[in-house]
């Protein structure tokens, strides 16, 4: 396939680390960054991170700040300096998926660095096992999808009395975006 090419829902969307070496700068590429999702079966060095409520804005975000000028009805807009972003991620909170012992639940606060894979997925790629950066995995259908390099910072579970319980994901970007890039 390649890149999505209609409207539509991104409701088969996928986030996943990998917690295998993280390429160096100079490496950091489609090749190297495929080689660390390839995995179809998962589990073993990449790992959904599954029961996502909602996704946040994902990309580099913009630099702007809007400046007053006096006398002016108008502000003029100037380029701020960069801080590193972070998102949160609001799950449905499996608490067997992010108990101590799990590779999630031990990721959280680490102080690694790892690598993040975002796919914008409008179908699911040949079964919910099958996420892997390849033909025969995200292939499999339209998909867009971007790496990048951060730390799974923090998990914050919400108990609620009337819906399923929830937790956020607090996660902080130490890299620039990579991609849109797809499987063919």
Known sequence: MAHITSIGAGLYSDLSISTDTVPVEASRDQTNFDALFADADFGTTAH???????????GTPPNVVNVPVYGSATSQQIQGQADAPSMEISLNYVASDWAAGTTLGDLVGDGLQHVFRFALLNSEPGGAENYASSLTGLGDVENSYYYWVGKLEALQVTPQLTDANTATVTITVQSDFYGAYTAV
Request: charged share 35%.
């Open 48 to 58: 959904r991170i599954t029961d996502v409520r909602e996704f946040p804005a994902m």
